[in-house]
C-alpha cells in the first residue's frame, strides 16, 4: 500500500527539525533526514567557500530520499530542500523576521548567512519554490507557537479535524517586517 510522504520545509531557524521529530514519534512514521541520509552515506556535504556555509546537491538529495521511502508507514522528510521532493503533504514552517533573527543569532553564524536567511524568509522563497513543486502546500506560522502544539497541529491537519484552508499560503506577510529590517 501506498504510504503518504509529508514534507517538513522552512527557511533554517523555523523548527523543522523540532516539529518533525515530534510528529514522527506521534504517528509512528518514518523520519527522513539530511544527518540520516549522511550517515547512511547516501548523500554528502559540499562547502561553498564564498558563503562560509556546507551545501548538499539538491538531485542527489532527492535521489537519497526517493531510498529510503517505505511502504509501511507514513514518511516524514525533514529539510529544508524537502518541498522539492515529491510529497503528498508539504508543511512550510514560517518565522516572523524579527524571533527567526533572534534563533539564528543563537547559532554563531556569520553575519551575512544569518542576514541571507531572513532574507529569504521574508521573500516567502521556500513557499514560492514548494508550490512550484507541489500541490499540498501549508504554512504555519511558528512565530508564537512552540514545537509540540505546531506538530499536534501539523497533526489535526492531516486529520482533516482542521479546515486546512486556513493554513494555505496566502496569509503570511513579513512586508512589515522587511522595512524594518532592510533600512537599518
Ligand atoms: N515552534 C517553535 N517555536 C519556537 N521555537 C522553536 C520552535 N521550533 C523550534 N524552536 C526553536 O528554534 C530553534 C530552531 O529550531 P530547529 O528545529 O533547529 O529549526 P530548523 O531545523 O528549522 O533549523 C531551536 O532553538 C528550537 O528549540
Ligand atoms: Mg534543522
Not at 14 to 24: E, P
Not at 61 to 77: E, H, L, S
Not at 163 to 183: C, Q, V
Request: net charge positive.
Amino acid at each position: 500500500m501506498k504510504t503518504p510522504v509529508i514534507a517538513i520545509s522552512g527557511t533554517p531557524g523555523t523548527g523543522k527539525t523540532a516539529v518533525a521529530r515530534l510528529l514522527a514519534r506521534r504517528l509512528g512514521a518514518n523520519l527522513i533526514t539530511v544527518p540520516y541520509l549522511m550517515r547512511k552515506k547516501q548523500l554528502r556535504y559540499g562547502y561553498d567557500r564564498k558563503r562560509r556555509t556546507k551545501v548538499i546537491d539538491e538531485r542527489e538529495f532527492a535521489r537519497a530520499v526517493k531510498r529510503n521511502i517505505g511502504t509501511g508507514r507514513t514518511n516524514i522528510v525533514e529539510s529544508h530542500l524537502s518541498h522539492l521532493v515529491k510529497a503528498d503533504f508539504v508543511f512550510v514552517l514560517r518565522t516572523n523576521p524579527d524571533a527567526l533573527e533572534k534563533r539564528l543569532k543563537r547559532r554563531n553564524w556569520p553575519a551575512a548567512k544569518i542576514r541571507e536567511n531572513v532574507e529569504a524568509e521574508m521573500l516567502d522563497e521556500i513557499t514560492i519554490e514548494a508550490l512550484e513543486n507541489n500541490k499540498n502546500v501549508y504554512e504555519i506560522d511558528t512565530s508564537k507557537l512552540g514545537a509540540p502544539a505546531t506538530a499536534r497541529l501539523i497533526g489535526q491537519i492531516l486529520n482533516n479535524f482542521h479546515h486546512g484552508k486556513k493554513y494555505r499560503p496566502g496569509d503570511i506577510d513579513w512586508t512589515g517586517h522587511a522595512k524594518r529590517y532592510l533600512t537599518r
